[in-house]
């Protein structure tokens, strides 16, 4: 049937920030969502609250909010649009937990407004843990044995009923949040208590543990004539207990017999037809017992999902493009398949010829403390997805893709010669951790047979044997030597997936040397088509990856091309910002008349799209890989400095084999990060640093500390989300930081800076085309000095920084842009003591804030920037004057450390952040206001706060506690700053700190008696000692403050929490520019 004409307008709400369980593959559903009803003549009407995505740009929907993904807010831009349908089904959890809202305020039944793609009832059935259980026994189809609760009692009560292990499920939330497995009532009394309070509908699953099951997961689509097709079949190499974001995952599944295989399709379409799921995509979990055969159904998720993007990208099928259109009434026969240039229609179901794997990317090195094994709750903050033409080949090429210093199955153990050793060894068997994988090979190399491994790991001895051939494989290598690997045997081990500088780590030789013989003998790489179809018809789109196949399908043009490199997998420090910029540098450079070619691995982005860019290169960003593409395309330039640390890291080697590097040169962006050139290049422009010094060892920086006064910034060079940094206070400190911390050598030497307590810090972006400089944007940080700039909330334009202090900076910026001959983009971090302006870091790159800075100036930084590389000015752009907004923008930063309870929630000079937010108003506090609750942080109108703050605080703490306590809050305070407080005439009760005796602090969160708590701190011991209340308020949900910058701005912001104007977009950016 044809799409639907009593329909005009559609609203599609967002997944706000990222966070784990949630990241940007909700960016690209959302914005392929935009294209396909815009394509069909419908005004769209976006709402999401970060800023970094592609989907909130301005061009993406007729009207763009970037508001709080919450319903009170959604209602004022319903209230203002008059939408008639409301699309719920791409924006992940977020947005269908706000559609749910809607309908239970009524909101959606005042302004008359359509749920479409899934009705309330099917959501309610997906996500409501009994009504799916109920619904899934009246289709005949198994689900584990389980109970309901709704309380700790009522929990303890049916435990007996299921059994230990137990496995906790809360319903409608996201990435297993709230979940887990207990193997003992305590574990289950904590798990139970916390699933609770996560559950929105305060509801917990008590489920039989299916632990050591193999898991598979079925992608469908339906459209309203019941045509159903499945996109893509996906089989997780780790076992059932390790929740499928976790988990290594292979599509197609692997090791399903075809009456398998036709099984759990059949239930899967079942399972869609009683859900309900009219149109659209959905993903449906198994559990199959290894033993039996036994089928169980996990769960589904009535929406496009994390997997709903890896299948998209492992087929080429555009799940959430083609579910957007099926929502407005067109049928799967009606629509045709874009990859084939529409010789297949969409309800032909994909087939593939090769074999895609996914691998997730973990950063528990972020959160010390944190437990690292895996379990049903999602950890992993990125993945990555490589395609081969057999599992080996995948596995490989994706394990090199993770960017975590590995190159294939590098060895993890040492020597193997103590019980203690073994039993570490089989303890990380056992027990699935991040590396696992790792283990297995090392397992095999040290004399484990693969059914030894398998038993262990629970993990299908097909993969478990896959894995051993390549460790015998590499046994062999390493035994023969390079000489031995003549053509024929260099193919065959090329086709497993054995990358350059693998067998140079097996033959402990130079990679060089390996890539020359490889070069010799003539073995390179063919390029291969992903079609939909397994190559049976032909396909319009160049979506390629690489293989040592026979038949090379790549057929480059002669048109001038530009490629651009991506970021890889996402990970704390480096995320979504970076593909946001890559892909609008292919939108650019498309405008500007160049092919343009995007290399990245990452399946959740937009720039892995297949029509982002006009050729897609779905590898890994190694030497190897990116090298290979650049000879068979033979680009006119190569955009490194838009993929974050990734392409810059390749940037000098990839030169000097005669890449044309465009942009900023990769000798000034090295010129940056080198301590002692840069230092002379300041001293030279006549600007200030802090103090600062170099240190190549512990000695060495234990003399220099005193030379450049306590506290240290101490951190290694070259680094990207603060890895590693830490703030000093004493020698103590300092040998610890250089004991523990990192390896210190010539090469890579640490450096140590005085750090600036109480000064501003400031962010400023600028594009320069090498004659003029336009600055984009100047922010001020919220959080005072010493927080990470990625962690800490700015202001835009900037609320305390005077015009001369602001003229300053951009005097400064345009000196820095010249000095180091920037083409394109450039991000410079200072900091402002008193009025003395320090410059702390140039970075001459696309920065994290270059998203924001476009979102709240209306200038496409990124656009413009890409356009500077090749040749078009910033005057011949039209581009004279720095835009400054008359309405405040603020971003935040999103945290997860829910997902991680042992480690401390407070803020330093480390990157913790995953994700971002925006809040818009036409004061500071009111955006402040907006940006707090997109961010998930509820601000309390009153109750009791809780202040606890160090002593160089104590002054400021005094004007907080006034402010509080004008605003109606009781205070509670520990007791030096009691003291303060007192003696400034500020009434408060005092409190123990957790040393001091019970009650204390830490009771009284407990109780639910804090409201607020603003907790500052410094020095090891400090901290230490007031970790277990920062953690509390984690684990409670109370709001607290590490910061007193962001502490006194969330006082302006309560004073603003009922201004709720809705700002559209391309309405505020008129406003900029007139």
Known sequence: MPKRTDIESVMIIGAGPIVIGQACEFDYSGAQACKALREEGYRVILVNSNPATIMTDPDMADAVYIEPVHWTAVERIIAKERPDALLPTMGGQTALNCALDLV????????????????????????????????????????????IAHSLEEALEKQPNVGFPTIIRPSFTMGGSGGGIAYNLEEYQKIIKHGLEMSPTTEVLIEESVIGWKEFEMEVVRDRNDNCIIVCSIENFDAMGVHTGDSITVAPAQTLTDKEYQRLRDASLDVLRKIGVETGGSNVQFAVCPNTGRVLIIEMNPRVSRSSALASKATGF????????????????????EITGGTTPASFEPTIDYVVTKIPRFTFEKFPGANDRLTTQMKSVGEVMAIGRNFQESLQKALRGLETGISGLDEICGPISTDVDRDNLRHELRIPGSSRLLYMADALRHGYSYEDVAELTGIDPWFVIQVADLVNTETEIKADGLDALDAARMRSIKRKGFSDARLAAILDIDEAAVRKHRLQLGIRPVFKRVDTCAAEFSTSTAYLYSSYDEECEADPTDRPKIMILGGGPNRIGQGIEFDYCCVHAALALKESGYETIMVNCNPETVSTDFDTS??????????????????KEQPKGVIVQYGGQTPLKLAR??????????????????????????????????????????????????????EVGYPLIVRPSYVLGGRAMEIVHNDEDLAAYMDAAIDVSNDSPVLLDRFLDLATEVDVDCISDGERVLIGGVMEHIEQAGVHSGDSGCSLPPFTLSAEVQQELGEQVVKLAKGLKVLGLMNTQFAIQGDVVYLLEVNPRASRTAPFVSKATGLPLAKVAAKVMVGETLAKQGLVAQRVPDYFSVKESVFPFIKFPGSDPILGPEMKSTGEVMGVGRKFGEAYAKAQLASGVILPRQGTALLSVRERDKESAIELGKLLHDMGFDIVATHGTAQSLAKAGVSCRRANKVREGRPHIVDMI???????????????????????????????????YTTLGAAIATCRAIEHLDDGDVNRLQDLHKEVVA
């Open 104 to 147: 239970r305020e009524r909101v959606l039944e005042k302004y008359k407004v359509e749920l479409i793609a899934a009705s309330r009832e099917a959501i309610d059935m997906a996500e409501d843990r009994d009504q799916f259980r109920n619904a899934m026994a009246e289709i005949g189809l198994e689900v584990p044995r389980a109970e």
């Open 318 to 337: 555009p799940i959430a493009k083609i579910a957007a259109k099926l929502a407005v009434g067109y049928t799967l026969d009606e629509l045709k398949n």
């Open 614 to 631: 006009d050729r897609l290169y779905f590898e890994s960003l190694t030497f190897e890989d990116v090298m290979e593409i650049i000879d």
């Open 653 to 706: 080697a990839l030169e000097k084999a005669g890449a044309p590097i465009i942009g900023t040169s990769p000798r000034s962006i090295d010129l940056a990060e080198d301590r002692e050139h840069f230092q002379k290049l300041v001293e030279d422009l006549g600007l200030r640093q802090p103090p600062n010094a170099t240190a190549r060892s512990k000695d060495e920086a234990l003399k220099l500390a005193p």
């Open 1006 to 1040: 407990k109780n639910g008696e804090i409201d607020l708590i603003v907790n500052t701190t410094e020095g090891k011991q400090a901290i230490n000692e007031s970790v277990s209340i920062r953690a509390e308020a984690v684990r409670k949900g109370v709001t607290y």
